[in-house]
């Protein structure tokens, strides 16, 4: 069985903050991906990143970084310097190496970043 | 290149009528599957293909059928609507050698059953 656990279910924080949000995942699979999404309020599904279970580097993309975790079994994803844009839901997800990479998607983080 | 495309986007069917909710991809990838999203639940699998006649169930497949008679198409099924089917449906598709770095997403279809 796996599971994606994201613990905060809203988040609010001022422009300028930054922000992480927490992503915990069960699998008895030891090869495995996980996944970051943003939803906006428009409604589609905007791909961030993709980590391999082999691949514990930590990666920077702009104002976006992901701390990735095997012991911990946490794929966190901090936001830097937040800006009015990044509202919007964000997904953690999780895919095993022989399921077709279907995704089992975590319940979502809204954050919503205010001026 | 149209990638993922869902249709219809939007639908409202009344309970016990059937419908089909249409998927299709020109990116000749191998893995298509199907979510429903409810608020506060997230994305949820209802099923999913690894390749042309091969399908397999996900979480919540219940109520529900699909079959994969091309590589191109994953129709997905309701055949009784009931009202606890009200959702966003969304479709995804990837290619088996990109090791699931891009999974494509179509932009969802909001199905009401009264």
């Known amino acids: 069985a796996q599971k994606v656990t994201q613990a905060q279910t809203e988040i609010s924080v001022v422009e300028k903050e930054d922000v992480t949000l927490d992503c915990v995942y069960e699998t008895r699979d030891t090869t495995y991906y996980l996944f970051w999404y943003k939803q906006p309020p428009s409604g589609e599904l905007v791909f961030l990143i993709r980590?391999?279970?082999?691949?514990?580097q930590n990666e920077i993309s702009g104002r976006y970084s992901w701390n990735f975790q095997k012991s911990t079994s946490s794929f966190n994803f901090t936001i830097t310097a937040s800006q009015v844009v990044d509202s919007a839901v964000y997904f953690c997800a999780l895919s095993e190496q022989n399921s077709g990479y279907a995704l089992n998607f975590g319940k979502g983080t809204s954050l919503l970043v205010t001026p | 290149n149209a990638g993922v495309t869902q249709t219809p986007k939007f639908q409202v069917l009344k309970t016990g009528q059937s419908m089909t909710l249409q998927c299709a991809q020109d990116m000749n990838h191998e893995y298509m599957s199907w979510y429903r999203q409810d608020p506060g639940m997230g994305l949820r699998l209802i099923h999913y293909?690894?390749?042309?006649?091969?399908?397999d169930q996900g979480e919540v497949p219940n109520g529900y059928n699909v079959s994969r008679s091309t590589t191109e198409d994953f129709p997905l099924r309701l055949l009784s609507a009931a009202p606890s089917q009200t959702s966003v449906y969304f479709c995804?598709?990837?290619?088996?050698?990109?090791?699931?770095?891009?999974?494509?997403f179509g932009e969802g279809s909001w199905l009401t059953v009264v």
């Open positions: 995804a598709s990837s290619p088996r050698r990109a090791g699931g770095n891009t999974i494509y």
């Open positions: 293909s690894v390749g042309a006649g091969i399908t």
């Open positions: 980590r391999n279970s082999f691949d514990e």
